[in-house]
């Protein structure tokens, strides 16, 4: 079966320092999105696309926070600086554009700890 | 899109039906229900979704009331593979829309 991939599982950093993020949706999905959950509290959508083309950027914090989608594929998050708050679980999710009522399919996320 | 409230654990022996209930008073003519649930340090898990009729799959039943304005999740037979917490969401298909998760439901499954 077809799964989102995302790399790294675990990121570690220290404030200031810069991160990225990879996610490799399931073959054909044009919408790829980008949650974030902090612990005790469900996803929080940050970034969508539709093959390239943002669909949905208003809760991204966009001083610090980045994201792209070049070829429509693949998609990196990036944060820079990274601060102690932005320690959190981001996951990546992606669903097809055809079906009307897609589910969405999550990825296993990326634990992301900043000290 | 409208907002949900679930009870935020509930417990339940294995084997026997877990019962999730969500409240969606303010929900639209046009938005469905969707269940995800998600097991610990996993992504979440679409499970079903429904509009007004109940709906069926192999992972579980969804019971919308006519009025629509409350919904239950039923798992069967729980297994421990089945405790996580579980997201009730109201929207409007389409891959434009966007989940809104709440806090869930934790759901232990004992022995």
């Known amino acids: 079966e077809a799964e989102v991939a995302q790399s790294p599982r675990y990121k570690i950093t220290e404030k200031s320092q810069a991160v990225a993020f990879w996610c490799d949706p399931i073959?054909?999905?044009?919408?790829l999105y980008w949650y974030r959950q902090i612990l005790g509290q469900g996803p929080e959508l940050l970034v969508q696309?539709?093959?390239?083309?943002?669909?949905?950027d208003s809760q991204l914090p966009k001083d610090r926070f980045s994201a792209e989608r070049l070829k429509g594929v693949d998609s990196t998050l990036k944060i820079q600086p990274a601060e102690l708050g932005d320690s959190a679980m981001y996951l990546c999710?992606?669903?097809?554009?055809?079906?009307?009522?897609?589910?969405?399919?999550f990825g296993p996320g990326t634990r992301l700890t900043v000290l | 899109d409208a907002k949900t409230t679930q009870p935020p654990s509930m417990d339940c022996a294995e084997g026997r039906a877990a019962n999730l209930p969500c409240n969606h008073s303010?929900?639209?003519?046009?938005?469905?229900v969707y269940w995800y649930r998600q097991i610990h340090s996993q992504g979440p898990q679409y499970i079903i979704h429904?509009?007004?009729n109940n709906e069926t799959n192999e992972m579980a039943s969804l019971i919308i009331t006519e009025d629509r304005k409350s919904s239950t999740l039923i798992l069967p037979h729980a297994t421990l593979r089945d405790t996580a917490v579980y997201y009730c969401?109201?929207?409007?298909?389409?891959?434009?829309?966007?989940?809104?998760f709440g806090t869930g439901t934790r759901l232990q499954v004992t022995l």
């Open positions: 999710a992606s669903s097809p554009a055809i079906r009307a009522k897609a589910e969405q399919f």
């Open positions: 073959s054909g999905h044009a919408t």
């Open positions: 696309f539709q093959d390239e083309s943002v669909v949905d």
């Open positions: 303010t929900i639209s003519g046009n938005e469905y």
């Open positions: 429904g509009l007004k």
């Open positions: 969401i109201v929207r409007v298909p389409g891959t434009a829309s966007k989940l809104t």
